[in-house]
């Protein structure tokens, strides 16, 4: 059968931006490459609309509706690009009686509403939907068959039916290889400081997070479950040769743990001799120097870390598990083993004054990173701290303002939201147009895509300290 995944743009509130030319801090809808090459492997037609490419959705996705004749649409949503999907989807079932299925974050955690407020949407897909696409194909739309499918939820007359959860994927080496030949690489061009060459792959090698405890995550899984090192160096060995790759970025929650699994995939990607460069995440309490040492050899060339604060108080009020030392120690380490330092801090927590938040600027700033970012607590939908303020006068009930640059958490130590967003953009322009900060940019520069890697990164500067 035939299929045609969407991705809507995201919607961010308004701002006045310094706009690039191109559209940057694109990746290529890594879930739907997983799912699509699932489907490929059943026999059904897949193919890609990726509105965030597009100048002209409405037109565009019609067009391609009317090309491709498919049999299902699959939407992904997130919370920036919940209302334009909304919008979307009701337009689209004007003119087309096939299936309209639904999955992503949003959608998994606002299901029930979404089915009640938005009729054009016939399935809602939930968590994990390698193979539930594939099952409701099969189902033919019938609600017998549909109540035996795990993980989706739809409509029987006025009712709204809800399956047993769909069980975690156990052994994620039994996926095929995303269907990377679906998307042209060089359409998407990431935020300059995620990367350092292009073209440039996403890559995930687990599924929800080793630690899974922080409070304002909303994606707490602790699954932990990963590839193994020989089935994620195979998909980087093809990236290279096939699609001409010259950099990976991997999105894992946490990457660098478990030096088992990190010393055979170093090793087996040392043997392939590839002249490819990769970046990840990572929590301060599961690096060492001799781990740092060991993935710098084999081509890492940045890593974040997540520091959210430097009070111990507030750090053990949103349950991250880690302490300033860890975090001084595996800033140092990754310095001096010669690997870009990226640090993410978040101002406003629960409890938070001012004081306390000069406080993790301040230690911010004592790391010397290379890349430095803050963004506003933003309790979503789905995590505890949700669960925790939802009824407050604290947060703003309006989740279509949440998005991480304006404030809608009020700590109790602040006066009013313009106070915290004021120490925000304060927190980007003190560190990033420091005279000794831009030096140090420029005598990093070593070729012509630095050049252009820092200029975008001062744009971006700009943007948030505005």
């Known amino acids: 059968m035939k299929v045609l995944f969407v991705i809507s743009p995201d919607i961010i509130p308004k701002k006045k931006f310094i706009k690039p030319k191109k559209k940057v801090g694109l990746y290529i809808p890594l879930s739907i490459a997983q799912i699509s090459a699932v489907l490929e492997e059943q026999g059904h037609d897949i193919k890609v609309l990726d509105l965030r490419l597009s100048n002209n959705i409405f037109h565009d996705?019609?067009?391609?509706i009317k090309n491709s004749t498919p049999d299902l649409v699959g939407f992904t949503d997130s919370f920036f690009s919940a209302k334009i999907?909304?919008?979307l989807t009701k337009e689209l079932r004007k003119k087309f009686k096939g299936l309209i299925v639904l999955g992503g974050s949003y959608a998994t955690v606002f299901a029930k509403n979404i089915l009640k407020i938005n009729k054009a949407i016939d399935i809602i897909v939930l968590d994990e939907a390698d193979y539930t696409i594939g099952e409701i194909l099969s189902s033919k739309n019938t609600s017998t068959k549909l109540n035996k499918i795990n993980g989706i939820m739809f409509r029987k007359g006025k009712k709204i039916i809800e399956t047993k959860s769909r069980p975690v994927?156990?052994?994620l080496d039994i996926l095929p290889t995303p269907a990377f030949h679906l998307f042209d690489f060089n359409k998407y061009i990431p935020n300059p400081k995620h990367c350092k060459?292009?073209?440039?792959?996403?890559m995930i090698t687990s599924r929800g997070c080793v630690y899974g405890k922080c409070s304002f995550c909303y994606q707490p899984r602790k699954y932990g479950k990963r590839q193994s090192p020989k089935k994620v160096v195979s998909q980087i060995v093809e990236l290279h040769k096939k699609y001409g790759i010259k950099?990976?970025?991997f999105w894992d929650d946490v990457f660098l743990y478990n030096n088992k699994w990190i010393n055979e995939f170093c090793e087996l990607l040392e043997k392939e001799n590839l002249d490819i460069i990769w970046a990840c995440h990572a929590r301060v309490d599961t690096v060492s120097k001799e781990m740092l040492l060991r993935v710098k050899k084999a081509g890492c060339w940045q890593v974040l870390y997540g520091l959210e604060s430097a009070n111990f108080n507030l750090l053990k009020n949103i349950n991250k598990g880690t302490t300033k030392k860890q975090a001084r120690n595996a800033v140092k380490w990754t310095k001096e083993v010669g690997i870009e330092v990226r640090v993410s801090c978040i101002l406003g927590l629960p409890g938070e004054t001012p004081e306390l938040t000069d406080e993790t600027i301040n230690f911010a700033y004592q790391l010397d990173p290379d890349i430095l970012q803050f963004s506003l607590i933003t309790p979503y939908p789905g995590s505890k701290m949700?669960?925790?303020y939802k009824n407050s006068k604290q947060l703003d009930p309006n989740i279509k303002k949440y998005c991480e640059i304006k404030p809608v958490f009020l700590p109790?130590?602040?006066k009013n939201l313009k106070q915290l967003e004021k120490k925000y953009k304060q927190a980007y322009s003190n560190f990033y147009f420091k005279p000794k900060y831009l030096l140090g940019r420029i005598l990093k520069i070593r070729t012509f895509d630095d050049i252009k890697r820092y200029y975008n990164g001062i744009?971006?500067?700009i943007n948030m300290s505005k």
């Open 169 to 171: 994927i156990q052994n």
């Open 412 to 414: 109790k130590g602040y």
């Open 247 to 249: 950099e990976v970025r």
């Open 85 to 87: 999907t909304q919008d």
């Open 197 to 202: 060459r292009t073209p440039i792959a996403p």
């Open 386 to 388: 949700y669960e925790q």
């Open 459 to 461: 744009l971006m500067a």
């Open 61 to 64: 996705l019609f067009n391609s």
